[in-house]
């Protein structure tokens, strides 16, 4: 007879023992030879050695699933007990556009189609560019994506930067050191991270420099390997800002770069570097776009129809500056025909 103990301190146990420990039901009627008890966050195995191995290497098997998804279906868990071959199926089809679990079962999923589209091009290339308007979940997928590649173990850290540009505000004159002046411009990477990571786990990483938010002048002279990088804002970088970046990614990294080419905060004499790499790399195996737009607005119902209003209200001013540029000069005469 052995007897043996699991602590499920890596998952949420309601997660694994279901409902009114309904999971819990299902273990038991696969392994009627062992006595399982559940005791708060443990469970007790007494039986044959033979039998009590079978059961650990199920459970292992469910609890790397939850701790990769933070979700498992009651039918996905008979079928993970089910399984003989060894392996847990790799999808559960309930769950197959969800991105990772936040805290209190929150499901962070990819609602538009171009989001999905960035999900499937960050699994295939090592770099994505993910460019569009304002409320379409660039940043909000990216970061999603970098966490559960953190949560899957496929990188060890998560890097994430701004270019600290100034949007109308001066930099100088907010109050506070230099740490204090720069955390407004990486608030929204940290609001991201709030709805996906428990806060206390969160403190855990950031103390540790798992996850890391920097501005981008803190990127050059490293080699960023073994990590998620995600560049936000990178329509105010210029190009030798970008290329900086692009030339600090390791071989065992990901990098995300997310930009709105209309929200453009760099001095007029300053064009965005994000325009050029969008222009010069598309041809690169490795390197992905994905062009986000209106359709993929996931805020408030006006927002869609706001940018709409400034698309129309841009195309416009186009027309006017290519008419002047056709114009006539002020006192010019046509030139006589002879």
């Not at 195996?285 to 994905?290: A, N, P, V």
């Amino acid at each position: 007879m052995t007897e043996t103990i699991i602590n499920l301190e890596t998952v949420n146990p309601i997660e694994f023992f279901g409902i009114n420990n309904s999971k819990f039901e299902i273990l038991k009627r696969k392994f009627p030879l062992l006595k399982l008890l559940s005791r708060g966050t443990q469970i007790k195995i007494s039986g044959q050695p033979d039998e009590v191995n079978a059961a650990l290497a199920k459970i292992n098997q469910v609890i790397q699933y939850l701790e990769r998804n933070g979700h498992l279906s009651e039918n996905y868990f008979s079928k993970i007990l089910g399984d003989d071959d060894g392996e847990a199926p790799a999808e559960d089809p309930a769950t197959n556009d969800i991105l990772v679990f936040g805290p209190n079962g929150r499901v962070i999923r990819a609602k538009t189609a171009n989001q999905k589209l960035m999900a499937a091009a960050s699994e295939k290339n090592d770099i994505l560019f993910a460019i569009g308007p304002a409320g379409t979940g660039k940043t909000y997928t990216a970061v999603a994506l970098a966490v559960r590649a953190l949560k899957n173990k496929a990188v060890r850290k998560i890097i994430l930067t701004r270019p600290a540009v100034e949007a109308g505000e001066n930099l100088g004159f907010l109050p506070g050191d230099l740490k204090e002046k720069i955390d407004p411009y990486l608030r929204p990477l940290y609001d991201a991270l709030d709805d996906m990571i428990p806060s206390d786990k969160l403190n855990y990483y950031m103390t540790n420099r798992i996850i890391e938010i920097a501005p981008l002048a803190y990127m050059r002279g490293r080699t960023l390997d073994n990590s998620f990088i995600i560049l936000d804002e990178a329509q105010n970088t210029t190009d030798l800002q970008i290329k900086m970046f692009l030339t600090r990614i390791g071989p065992s990294a990901k990098a995300v770069i997310t930009g709105d080419l209309t929200q453009i905060d760099l001095p007029k004499n300053q064009k965005s570097g994000l325009i050029k790499a969008s222009k010069i790399l598309r041809n690169i195996e490795g390197i992905s776009f994905i062009q986000l737009d209106e359709a993929d607005v996931v805020r408030h119902r006006l927002v869609k129809m706001i940018i709409r209003a400034y698309d129309k209200a841009q195309e416009k001013e186009d027309e006017m500056e290519e008419q002047k540029k056709h114009r006539p000069l002020p006192g010019a005469t046509e030139p006589k025909a002879e």
